[in-house]
Protein backbone atom coordinates (compact mmCIF):
# COMPACT_ATOMS: atom_id res chain seq x y z
CA UNK A 1 0.00 0.00 0.00
CA UNK A 2 1.04 3.67 -0.67
CA UNK A 3 -0.30 6.65 1.37
CA UNK A 4 -0.41 9.75 0.29
CA UNK A 5 -2.46 12.69 2.04
CA UNK A 6 -5.34 12.55 -0.21
CA UNK A 7 -5.38 9.20 -1.35
CA UNK A 8 -3.84 5.91 -0.92
CA UNK A 9 -3.34 2.91 -3.42
CA UNK A 10 -3.68 -0.90 -2.39
CA UNK A 11 -4.31 -3.98 -4.06
CA UNK A 12 -7.71 -4.47 -5.17
CA UNK A 13 -9.25 -7.29 -2.55
CA UNK A 14 -12.66 -9.59 -3.24
CA UNK A 15 -15.17 -7.80 -1.94
CA UNK A 16 -14.46 -4.39 -4.10
CA UNK A 17 -16.71 -5.35 -7.14
CA UNK A 18 -20.16 -3.55 -6.35
CA UNK A 19 -18.01 -0.45 -5.02
CA UNK A 20 -15.36 -0.73 -8.18
CA UNK A 21 -18.88 -0.95 -10.45
CA UNK A 22 -20.34 2.13 -8.73
CA UNK A 23 -17.40 4.68 -9.44
CA UNK A 24 -16.78 2.67 -12.76
CA UNK A 25 -20.41 2.96 -14.41
CA UNK A 26 -20.48 6.26 -15.84
CA UNK A 27 -20.04 7.40 -19.47
CA UNK A 28 -17.78 10.12 -18.56
CA UNK A 29 -15.47 7.78 -16.78
CA UNK A 30 -15.15 5.69 -20.08
CA UNK A 31 -15.49 8.07 -22.37
CA UNK A 32 -11.72 8.62 -22.51
CA UNK A 33 -10.89 4.93 -22.11
CA UNK A 34 -10.09 2.64 -24.61
CA UNK A 35 -12.25 -0.60 -25.47
CA UNK A 36 -10.51 -2.30 -22.53
CA UNK A 37 -12.43 -0.74 -19.52
CA UNK A 38 -15.80 -1.36 -20.55
CA UNK A 39 -19.02 0.65 -20.70
CA UNK A 40 -21.71 0.02 -19.27
CA UNK A 41 -19.32 -1.49 -16.73
CA UNK A 42 -21.48 -4.42 -14.77
CA UNK A 43 -20.73 -6.44 -11.81
CA UNK A 44 -19.34 -9.00 -13.75
CA UNK A 45 -16.85 -6.68 -15.42
CA UNK A 46 -15.63 -5.62 -11.99
CA UNK A 47 -15.30 -9.09 -10.77
CA UNK A 48 -13.22 -10.02 -13.85
CA UNK A 49 -10.99 -7.18 -13.42
CA UNK A 50 -10.52 -7.40 -9.48
CA UNK A 51 -9.52 -11.54 -10.40
CA UNK A 52 -6.72 -10.01 -13.11
CA UNK A 53 -5.13 -7.73 -10.32
CA UNK A 54 -5.18 -10.13 -7.74
CA UNK A 55 -3.53 -12.30 -10.09
CA UNK A 56 -1.17 -10.20 -11.15
CA UNK A 57 2.62 -11.50 -9.87
CA UNK A 58 4.37 -7.99 -9.71
CA UNK A 59 0.95 -6.38 -7.75
CA UNK A 60 0.94 -3.16 -9.61
CA UNK A 61 -2.70 -3.30 -10.61
CA UNK A 62 -3.90 -1.02 -7.81
CA UNK A 63 -7.21 0.73 -6.57
CA UNK A 64 -7.32 4.34 -6.21
CA UNK A 65 -8.83 4.74 -2.36
CA UNK A 66 -10.01 7.59 -1.08
CA UNK A 67 -11.32 8.38 2.87
CA UNK A 68 -11.98 4.30 2.41
CA UNK A 69 -13.69 4.22 -0.91
CA UNK A 70 -12.68 2.94 -4.18
CA UNK A 71 -12.30 6.01 -6.30
CA UNK A 72 -10.33 4.85 -9.12
CA UNK A 73 -7.31 2.45 -10.49
CA UNK A 74 -3.89 2.57 -11.66
CA UNK A 75 -1.28 0.38 -12.92
CA UNK A 76 1.80 -0.30 -14.96
CA UNK A 77 2.06 -3.04 -17.66
CA UNK A 78 5.98 -4.14 -17.88
CA UNK A 79 6.52 -4.53 -21.47
CA UNK A 80 8.83 -7.59 -22.48
CA UNK A 81 11.42 -8.82 -25.65
CA UNK A 82 13.54 -5.55 -26.84
CA UNK A 83 10.81 -3.44 -24.61
CA UNK A 84 12.43 -5.00 -21.06
CA UNK A 85 12.77 -1.91 -18.88
CA UNK A 86 9.72 -0.23 -20.09
CA UNK A 87 6.12 -0.16 -18.86
CA UNK A 88 2.52 1.10 -19.91
CA UNK A 89 1.11 3.80 -17.47
CA UNK A 90 -2.58 3.94 -16.48
CA UNK A 91 -5.00 5.28 -14.88
CA UNK A 92 -8.46 6.96 -14.23
CA UNK A 93 -10.67 8.27 -11.87
CA UNK A 94 -14.38 8.46 -11.16
CA UNK A 95 -16.22 12.04 -11.54
CA UNK A 96 -16.73 12.56 -7.83
CA UNK A 97 -13.56 12.47 -7.67
CA UNK A 98 -12.06 14.82 -10.09
CA UNK A 99 -10.75 18.32 -9.92
CA UNK A 100 -9.29 17.35 -6.27
CA UNK A 101 -5.31 16.33 -7.44
CA UNK A 102 -6.41 13.16 -6.51
CA UNK A 103 -5.24 11.52 -10.00
CA UNK A 104 -1.79 13.38 -10.23
CA UNK A 105 -0.99 12.68 -6.36
CA UNK A 106 -2.07 8.98 -7.11
CA UNK A 107 -0.12 9.31 -11.00
CA UNK A 108 2.86 10.43 -8.73
CA UNK A 109 3.22 7.72 -6.42
CA UNK A 110 2.78 4.76 -8.51
CA UNK A 111 5.06 6.84 -11.55
CA UNK A 112 7.94 7.35 -8.65
CA UNK A 113 7.69 4.26 -7.26
CA UNK A 114 7.94 2.06 -10.41
CA UNK A 115 10.96 4.02 -11.63
CA UNK A 116 12.76 4.03 -8.71
CA UNK A 117 11.85 0.71 -7.09
CA UNK A 118 10.71 -1.51 -9.99
CA UNK A 119 13.34 -2.23 -12.12
CA UNK A 120 11.78 -0.07 -14.86
CA UNK A 121 13.76 2.68 -17.33
CA UNK A 122 10.76 4.08 -18.21
CA UNK A 123 7.03 4.83 -18.39
CA UNK A 124 4.40 5.42 -21.44
CA UNK A 125 0.94 6.53 -21.19
CA UNK A 126 -1.10 7.77 -23.97
CA UNK A 127 -4.30 10.09 -23.81
CA UNK A 128 -6.81 11.10 -26.00
CA UNK A 129 -6.03 14.45 -27.56
CA UNK A 130 -9.19 15.85 -25.75
CA UNK A 131 -8.76 14.59 -22.53
CA UNK A 132 -6.66 17.96 -21.66
CA UNK A 133 -7.37 17.07 -18.18
CA UNK A 134 -5.21 13.58 -18.03
CA UNK A 135 -2.27 15.13 -19.87
CA UNK A 136 -2.08 17.70 -17.27
CA UNK A 137 -2.10 15.39 -14.91
CA UNK A 138 0.63 13.46 -16.63
CA UNK A 139 2.87 16.46 -17.19
CA UNK A 140 2.53 17.41 -13.40
CA UNK A 141 4.13 14.11 -12.35
CA UNK A 142 7.57 14.40 -14.94
CA UNK A 143 5.83 12.74 -18.16
CA UNK A 144 6.66 14.82 -20.98
CA UNK A 145 4.49 15.28 -24.43
CA UNK A 146 6.73 12.89 -27.07
CA UNK A 147 4.45 13.11 -29.97
CA UNK A 148 0.70 13.06 -31.10
CA UNK A 149 -0.29 10.09 -33.56
CA UNK A 150 -3.14 11.35 -36.00
CA UNK A 151 -6.35 9.90 -35.98
CA UNK A 152 -5.11 7.40 -33.31
CA UNK A 153 -8.77 6.52 -31.57
CA UNK A 154 -12.75 6.42 -32.21
CA UNK A 155 -13.50 7.81 -28.98
CA UNK A 156 -17.04 6.17 -27.47
CA UNK A 157 -19.56 9.45 -29.13
CA UNK A 158 -17.86 8.07 -32.16
CA UNK A 159 -15.08 11.05 -32.91
CA UNK A 160 -12.25 10.12 -34.59
CA UNK A 161 -9.05 11.97 -32.16
CA UNK A 162 -5.42 12.23 -31.99
CA UNK A 163 -3.47 10.34 -29.41
CA UNK A 164 -0.54 11.95 -27.46
CA UNK A 165 1.97 9.91 -26.19
CA UNK A 166 4.08 10.67 -22.78
CA UNK A 167 7.07 9.26 -21.57
CA UNK A 168 8.73 9.26 -18.12
CA UNK A 169 12.47 8.03 -17.60
CA UNK A 170 14.44 7.39 -14.33
CA UNK A 171 16.69 10.54 -14.98
CA UNK A 172 13.41 12.76 -14.35
CA UNK A 173 13.06 11.36 -10.85
Known amino acids: M ?3 ELCH ?3 YRGGDASALRAVADDFDVARWMTRRF ?7 DAEEWIAIAMADPRGQILAIEVDGAIAGGIGVEPLEGERTGTALFGY ?3 RPY ?3 GIATEAARMLSDFALQNGG ?3 LEATVFAPNAASARVLEKCGFT ?3 RSREMYLDRSGAVCDGLL ?3 TQTLC
Not at 38 to 44: F, V
Request: aromatic share 14%; glycine share 18%; proline share 11%.
Open 38 to 44: PHPYTLR
Open 120 to 122: LRR
Open 98 to 100: WGR
Open 92 to 94: WLG
Open 166 to 168: FGR
Open 9 to 11: LRP
Open 145 to 147: LEG
Open 2 to 4: MAG
